[in-house]
């Protein structure tokens, strides 16, 4: 399934630490914001505890605004807000504190499709995983909120089913470019040109390896919920509970 949305749109997405954005969301967000979508990214942390062990033995340290000026700089006058909880990087929980803040921020922002991390039993930082539980939480009393959407992490994982791929090509050399602007964070893998085009490449073959096969570059993303029905038949709906029938989300645009 691919998707693409309306200038109606009001795009939220929700990470743990700076550079989160970009290896999930980048290319998506871009395409989003491209057809008029307002797009924020909220950041739960300031990222300051993100150094190697080599690093931190050495004595590397970075500043509190160091990786928010990294984000900020990633997004350039591409018209795309980034916003920061202040947190403490590192030991973030799914708790009260956590859900009310990112509730309160969805719920001013008229968050109509939310953006997280995965739920997931593999080895990804519990950063992440806390940041998904909040938001999952938060976004259930925010009633604008009808699209739910997960990206594939870089972490080892279980339970990720790609079933949303995003087609990213236009965006690909400017989702290196921006990976590349976090520069507190260079050496590390998962953030090289090489990587970034790997993974792009690679995410289409299951679903549309006609199109990958022609050079396209995609973002594998999952739903939780996702409301991009058309109209519903009248028909098949008279016999149905009013409570159990579904909206059509007027933001979103099937795409067949």
């Given at each position: ?7 109606e749109?009001?795009?939220?997405a ?5 550079d989160?954005d ?17 797009v ?61 803040r ?7 922002l008229?968050?109509?499709?939310l ?7 593999g ?11 909040a ?5 259930a009393?925010?009633?604008t ?11 080892p ?6 079933s949303?791929?995003?087609d990213?090509?236009p ?42 096969d ?11 919920l ?10 098949r709906?008279?016999n ?15 795409i067949?």
């Open positions: 399934m691919s998707i693409t949305l309306t200038s749109a009001r795009v939220v929700v990470v743990a630490h700076p989160d970009a290896l999930m969301f980048y290319g998506t967000l871009r395409t989003w914001r491209s057809t008029g979508a307002k924020t990214v909220l950041v739960a942390t300031n990222g300051a505890n993100g150094v190697s062990v080599a690093d931190h033995a050495a004595g590397i340290r970075l500043t509190d605004t160091q990786r928010l000026e990294e984000i900020r700089h990633s997004y350039g006058d591409t018209g795309i807000e980034v916003e920061c909880l202040g947190f403490e990087d590192g030991a973030l929980d799914a708790d009260r504190a956590l859900v009310s990112i509730e309160a921020a969805l719920t001013r008229g968050c109509t499709v953006l997280t991390h995965a739920l997931h039993t080895s990804d930082h519990q950063d992440h995983l806390a940041v998904a539980r938001a999952l939480n938060a976004a009393r925010v009633p909120c009808t699209t739910i959407l997960h990206g594939k992490p870089h972490a994982h279980h339970r990720f089913t790609t949303v791929l995003v990213i090509t965006f690909i050399a400017d989702k290196v470019k921006a990976l590349q602007a976090h520069q507190s964070q260079a050496g590390r893998y998962y953030l090289t040109e090489d990587y970034t085009r790997r993974r792009a490449a690679g995410a289409g073959w299951t679903l549309l390896p006609a199109q990958t022609e050079g396209r570059y995609f973002e594998e993303l999952a739903p939780s996702l409301l991009i029905g058309r109209p519903a038949d009248p028909d709906q008279k149905r509970s009013p409570v159990r029938a579904r909206p059509r989300s007027p933001w979103i645009r099937p067949s």
